[in-house]
């Protein structure tokens, strides 16, 4: 059963090229040294998903590469449209007609804002800035419905600005 949920935001993408289109925009240096750090960091504290539920953008499918080369272990990432720029509800609703994953103990959600944010909010209550690189934590209370905000607690949030890298 699914015991961890965590909800990152992309690393710091990309602006050096006007032309590009938001989808196909990088990461910037500063970025790849975050998704490193965040991913080492999860390792560190026991947090490391196990399968990833990421937008098809390009700089969340760079944060993704870079978060599992700084975990050991397997982990699967899924890849969709749907959460590229989607609201929480979207997301919500995603993940609903997807189900609740059955051998997975840690998934994450990685995405941008201003959904993200908002998925905070709704899992927590809190309404909270939630920067590029950004990761949110949370803990499953009982076993009951996976969707509910009241099953999750927020137990750690991670910052690319207090890690080193």
Not at 55 to 74: F, H, Y
Request: include cysteine.
């Amino acid at each position: 059963m699914l015991r961890r949920l965590l909800i990152m935001r992309h690393a710091k993408s990309s602006w050096e090229n006007p032309a590009q289109a938001d989808h196909d925009r990088p990461l910037n240096p500063r970025g790849r040294r975050a998704a490193d750090a965040v991913g080492k960091t999860l390792s560190a504290r026991g947090f490391s998903p196990q399968l990833i539920w990421s937008s098809d953008a390009q700089r969340t499918r760079e944060t993704a590469t870079l978060l599992i080369r700084a975990i050991p272990g397997a982990q699967t990432v899924t890849y969709s449209s749907a959460f590229y720029h989607a609201s929480a509800q979207t997301v919500i609703d995603t993940a609903a007609a997807l189900g609740e994953p059955d051998s997975i103990k840690t998934l994450m959600w990685l995405g941008h804002n201003p959904g993200w944010s908002d998925l905070f909010e709704y899992f927590t209550g809190q309404a909270h800035r939630f920067p590029t690189g950004a990761c949110a934590v949370l803990e499953r209370r009982g076993d009951g419905d996976w969707l509910d905000p009241e099953s999750w607690t927020l137990k750690d949030m991670i910052l690319p600005r207090d890690l080193d890298g």
